[in-house]
């Protein structure tokens, strides 16, 4: 089994307002990015916000708190929902709304021919997230403290680049302007959105 962490638990200080309840077509921008992830992920949420859970728990999503603000804190509680059953975790930004689920299934894919391997989401060359961690980092990615969200731990690791399939889907929302971009990718129907099941 495999785990999908969305940290949904920042605190958007550049996008003057809570980014994850914008508006993104008949939705908002957390409910897209849940509804992102395939089923042959066990989704967990970890928010401070409570707006944020119930969207997510209407979704039929677990939600956790972290024990606090740094992105660190956010690692440790959701791997901590499944760590004793996942084989490899991955970590997926609440406001990422625009990644497929065919590429989220991708990883999936690539963790089954190398489960010892991290993976990252890519186009065109360029290295992103979401990153799919091995349960072998695990125990390093518990002991993370900070504003540090497993970037360290990416160090000295053989890490594959598993391919997206379009650019838009390593775009996420920090600023008014990137939704903007957001909505606009959206409205041109760059993304092959699918509602999660059963949502």
């Not at 859970?53 to 603000?69: D, I, K, L, N």
Request: charged share 20%; with cysteine; proline share 6%.
């Amino acid at each position: 089994m495999l785990g999908c962490v969305i940290m949904a638990a920042g605190a958007g200080t550049r996008f003057s307002g809570n980014k994850l309840l914008a508006s993104l077509g008949d939705a908002v921008v957390v409910e897209r990015t849940i509804r992102s992830v395939p089923p042959v992920f066990e989704t967990v949420v970890v928010t401070r916000w409570p707006e944020v859970r119930v969207r997510a728990e209407a979704a039929g999503v677990r939600c956790v708190a972290p024990a606090g603000a740094e992105r660190s804190a956010s690692v440790r509680a959701g791997l901590a929902v499944g760590a004793a059953r996942w084989d490899g975790c991955v970590f997926l930004s609440g406001d990422q709304p625009l990644v497929r689920p065919e590429s989220l299934a991708s990883l999936a894919a690539a963790h089954r021919a190398e489960p010892e391997r991290v993976l990252r989401l890519s186009y065109g060359g360029v290295m992103a997230a979401p990153v799919l961690f091995p349960r072998r980092l695990f125990a390093a990615l518990s002991a993370l403290t900070g504003a540090d969200g497993g970037r360290s731990l990416l160090t000295g690791e053989d890490v594959r680049a598993v391919e997206a399939f379009g650019p838009e889907e390593l775009f996420d929302i920090d600023t008014r302007a990137d939704l903007v971009s957001v909505r606009a990718a959206l409205s041109a129907g760059a993304v092959g959105f699918r509602p999660r099941p059963g949502a």
